[in-house]
């Protein structure tokens, strides 16, 4: 069983850049993948990034060549670096283990906006 804490959101202009955290209560050295999804106002939840243990990552077209995911194991924690924001980012987002178990957080709120 593990708590996942996001932080790291804000109010960002528009071409700006905000990291998000991910905390985990435990190691999440055990985890071969984990990601990070978002939700949009009106919208359904959306994949946004995943990197698995051995270090390969994907993206959603929407935030490829903005966004880069990454973890950290020794500070159980996983990143999602956000450059060249957009107001079509503007989103709750929310950190997930993958396996061999699943874990959501609660989110933080990013608001790209002028």
């Known amino acids: 069983q593990v708590q996942l804490v996001e932080s790291g959101g804000g109010l960002v202009q528009p071409g700006g850049s905000l990291r998000l955290s991910c905390a985990a209560s435990r190691s999440i050295f055990s985890f071969n993948s984990m990601g990070w999804y978002r939700q949009a106002p009106g919208k359904e939840r959306e994949w946004v990034a995943t990197i698995i243990s051995g270090g390969l990552t994907n993206y959603a077209a929407s935030v490829k060549g903005r966004f880069t995911i990454s973890r950290d194991n020794a500070k159980n924690t996983m990143y999602l670096q956000m450059n060249s924001l957009i107001p079509e980012d503007t989103a709750v987002y929310y950190c997930?283990?993958?396996?061999?178990?699943?874990?959501w957080g609660q989110g933080t709120q990013v608001t790209v906006s002028s």
């Open positions: 997930k283990t993958n396996d061999p178990y699943v874990f």
